[in-house]
């Protein structure tokens, strides 16, 4: 196929015009294009309001493609690359199969990869399964009563599955293309598979997570929930079995370790074990609400329903750390994030069709390990709880959420109320200071930050912006340690994806998961990619 770059087009364009500014590039009639295929999609406005729609794609053509290039002599057209990730293929398993601990978006493509290898792996999730999980959800929202079992946190796909599902990554890696395709396959729309920032939606991620695991099963996988992996069996230093919250050992030579950033009792259990943890860089603050139409007009200059709702990613250098946006949702909520009772944390979700009237990003602080207050492995995970449970008491003990308005925390007085924003997290916030809820170090870094932010996108720091806290779970604070094999220094046991301190999204954790089950498998490429 013959690949077409930096093709532009206004919002309101439709296929037949794609076709044709694809024909006028390689100077051939549009009945001579066989096939069309969009391999990235992205919105151009840095000439606001004069807002492009930018085309990649490739086409295959009737005639010599070789010739046709050159006649064209068009310098945005070559050879369209081939390149595709295929999975390892079925191979002997082992006498005992192989244990993933975990079903977030880690474990749920290593769990892929060793059922299409004909291993069978068993999967051990402390959550509930998607349908499940989101009653609970729900029950909390509405009425503040969490289940420590089944919430944003744990359960099937993650914490992924209560965000924007956002699947856009830094990463560049052959296998993002083959992950794409399996979310197609489960459910999610095809759009995924070009756009810039491609995202699936909450509503969409519920469905999509059931149908990848009913594959797994499918392939000979199983999957067992409400099953909390609470120990480990050792011989010299080799993983023998894992033990189960009701006892029960689970014999297993091998076991994928992918508990995500917030299965802080399991973080206890591997320093109690002596497996070897580290503290990591990680980022925590507050959630940011905006209006959307009001991140539109700044970011397109204009209002058009043509548009996708705009997005926005921003970041401010200070001396003393990094203030950056993340996981923005467009037209989205601030959700309820508790996984422990007792605790406040928020996060961020869109649904697919990103319709809320507010659109809303994490905003967060870098800290390193010397910021922590301690210097034990677990001290900045000890430091999220510290923060969560002031949160908690602060918002009146109901899981009610602190929250200011942006110009009253400038000028350093409690917020009453809402301005013209009014807050989307639910089950409701509570009206305060955030400085009696956040450290200095963090609300001083955004004080001097907002400003400064609000020069690179006009209105970031309106008065009536609605601050929400405390956002604590960005990241893991803490990195298990593995070697170039994958393993921890217990043999057999293989720590993966953002709870172990090596992803950072649902798309860098699939990876991650594809990796180190490539290495159980014994694949050699599996060693040396995305240490």
């Given amino acids: 196929m013959i690949r077409l770059r930096d093709i532009s087009l206004p919002p309101e364009h439709n ?21 069309l295929r969009i391999v990235r999609r992205s919105v151009d406005a840095r000439k606001k309001p004069e807002v492009k729609i930018i085309y990649t794609i490739d086409v295959a053509v009737e005639g010599n493609e070789k010739k046709i290039l050159r006649q064209s002599g068009c310098k945005k057209a070559s050879l369209a690359p ?10 002997t398993p082992p006498e005992k199969r192989p244990v993933v601990i975990g079903f977030g978006p880690a474990g749920m493509f290593a769990a892929l990869i060793l059922s299409l290898a004909g291993w069978k792996p068993l999967v051990l999730e402390r959550g509930e399964d998607a349908l499940s999980r989101h009653k609970a959800v729900e029950h909390f929202f509405e009425t503040g009563e969490l289940d420590p079992r089944s919430n944003v946190q744990f359960g099937e796909g993650g914490a992924g599955t209560f965000s924007d599902g956002k699947l856009n990554t830094g990463v560049n890696n052959p296998r993002i293309g083959w992950i794409l395709e399996q979310f197609v396959k489960a459910g999610a729309r095809e759009d995924i598979l070009y756009d810039a920032k491609p995202h699936v939606g909450t509503d969409v991620l519920l469905t999509v997570v059931q149908n990848l695991r009913q594959r797994i099963e499918q392939l000979g996988g ?6 909390q992996v609470t120990g480990l069996q050792m011989e010299n230093n080799q993983l023998t079995g894992v033990e189960l919250a009701d006892g029960t050992v689970i014999p297993c030579d091998s076991a994928v370790l992918a508990i995500g950033h917030s299965a802080r009792d399991t973080f206890q259990m591997l320093q109690d074990k002596g497996v070897p943890m580290e503290p990591k860089p990680f980022a925590m603050g507050v959630r940011i609400e905006h209006p959307q139409p009001s991140i539109d007009l700044a970011q397109y200059g204009q209002e058009n329903p043509a548009l996708p709702p705009a997005d926005y990613k921003l970041a401010e250098h200070l001396e003393e750390g990094t203030v950056y946006t993340f996981c923005m949702c467009p037209g989205g909520y601030v959700v309820a994030a508790a996984s422990e009772e007792g605790r406040v944390v928020t996060n961020g979700m869109s649904y697919a069709d990103r319709a809320g009237e507010n659109a809303n990003a994490a905003l967060l602080v870098t800290l390193n390990p010397e910021d922590f207050p301690g210097t034990d492995p677990l001290s900045g995970m000890e430091w999220q709880e510290e923060i969560e449970k002031r949160a908690f008491t602060l918002g009146g003990g109901n899981y009610f959420a602190p929250a200011q308005l942006v110009g009253d925390f400038l000028k350093g007085k409690p917020s009453t109320g809402p301005g013209m924003v009014q807050p989307t997290y639910r089950p409701g916030v509570a009206w305060c200071d955030l400085r009696q809820v956040m450290p200095g170090l963090i609300t001083d870094s955004l004080a001097q930050a907002l400003p400064r932010l609000n020069q690179k996108l006009s209105g970031f720091s309106n008065p009536d912006a609605v601050l929400t806290a405390p956002e604590t779970r960005s990241s893991s604070p803490v990195r298990i340690v593995r070697d170039e094999s994958r393993q921890s220094a217990i043999r057999g046991l293989y720590p993966t994806g953002e709870g172990a301190g090596y992803a950072g999204g649902i798309m860098s954790a699939a990876i991650d998961g594809i990796v180190t089950a490539e290495a159980i498998l014994g694949e050699t490429y599996g060693r040396k990619e995305n240490q």
């Fill in 15 to 35: 296929a037949h015009q794609l076709q044709f500014e694809a024909a006028q590039m390689l100077h051939i009639s549009n009945s001579k294009i066989r096939q």
């Fill in 82 to 91: 081939v390149s595709y990730y295929a999975p390892p293929k079925p191979s």
């Fill in 222 to 227: 199983e999957v067992r929930f409400r099953t």
